[in-house]
């Protein structure tokens, strides 16, 4: 199940990756904000994909929290900038799109199994046993 898991994550996150990386350019010419929007949309493509990496490589509770904590973000993104037009945000710029289309429908369905799959991942993950929590043998009593 751990080795599910992980490639649900990774995959769901790659998949996002390559959206928000494919679409960076076309965010350009988004008025407002300090922050360009193809900026924000670079950035999540690479935190998304360095997220899904660590959980191949190493899935721990805080390897599966972080990817969680990135694909629910960008689930919310997305679907708040569909529906509401709420204007830029301080140095964020406006990104409302009432539009909805193929590669917004891959990159929600990414991010949301990525999300599920890191939630679950999250809570059935094992605790490592490091030098402060190693498992003591109990002493024989006589």
Do not use: C
């Amino acid at each position: 199940m751990g080795l599910v898991l992980r490639v649900l994550v990774a995959a769901g996150l790659a998949v996002d990756a390559v959206v928000h990386w494919r679409f960076a350019p076309q965010m350009r010419f988004v008025p407002g904000g300090s922050i360009h929007a193809d900026t924000i949309f670079y950035v999540q493509a690479v935190v998304a994909g360095v997220a899904g990496v660590l959980v191949l490589v190493r899935a721990r509770r805080w390897t599966y929290a972080l990817a969680l904590i990135v694909a629910a973000s960008a689930v919310g993104a997305l679907l708040l900038y569909f529906y509401v037009d709420v204007g830029a945000i301080g140095p964020i710029p406006n990104m409302h799109e009432p539009v909805w289309y193929a590669q917004k429908t891959q990159s929600l369905v990414g991010e949301g199994v990525a999300a599920l799959a890191a939630l679950a991942g999250m809570l059935t993950v094992r605790r490592q046993a490091g030098p402060a929590t190693e498992r003591r043998v109990p002493e024989r009593v006589h």
